[in-house]
């Protein structure tokens, strides 16, 4: 969608919102493409957006209040600072989307998020508390790793020790035999 007729689209919705829907039409964007679009600051309030391709969108500041964003595509959007309280992002692709601070998060609804690859759910537990705790987890398996390997080295060590050992004797019970002969 080209940036003017966005532009229209959202003065309209403006005009909609402050007047309580008396003047000025809603803003249905669902299926709309707008990728790469400029909406710093724009007010989304209620907007419906679902299927809408906001990738790579700049939505920095902006009020996304109650909008339904749901199976959007933000991938590598520039979501800093906006406000997402009341919004739902269910089926939402987020991948590489920039920033989404701690307290702006409540209220979100994050159920199937293509991030996470997983069901959330309708309970409270959201999207980077479960990033937290694969960090979390996944920390605990480096160092499980390091020890492994560790482990494994030393096996080795070991390993090559009693070869050597295993060959010296061998050697040895060559020469005996040599001698003895």
């Not at 080209?2 to 829907?21: P, R, T, V, Y």
């Not at 493409?33 to 679902?50: E, S």
């Not at 690859?117 to 508390?129: A, N, Q």
Request: proline share 1%.
């Amino acid at each position: 969608m080209e940036q003017e007729k966005l532009n229209e689209f959202l003065q309209a919705h403006k005009k909609w919102f402050d007047s309580n829907g008396e003047e000025g039409a809603r803003a249905d964007l669902c299926d709309a493409n707008l990728r790469g679009a400029d909406l710093r600051g724009t007010d989304l309030r209620g907007t419906n957006l679902c299927y809408a391709n906001l990738r790579d969108a700049d939505l920095r500041y902006a009020d996304l209040r109650g909008t339904n964003l749901r199976d959007t595509d933000l991938r590598g959007a520039n979501l800093r600072y906006a406000d997402l309280r009341g919004t739902d992002l269910r089926g939402t692709n987020l991948c590489y989307a920039i920033q989404i601070r701690r307290n702006e998060k409540e209220g979100v609804i994050l159920k199937q998020t293509e991030t996470l690859k997983m069901l959330i759910g309708d309970s409270p537990y959201l999207m980077w508390d479960v990033i937290e705790k694969q960090q979390s987890e996944m920390a605990t398996y480096r160092c499980i790793i390091n020890l492994l390997q560790k482990e494994l080295t030393e096996a080795q060590d070991t390993a090559e020790m009693l070869l050597d050992a295993v060959l010296v004797a061998q050697s040895a019970k060559r020469d005996g035999d040599k001698n003895a002969d």
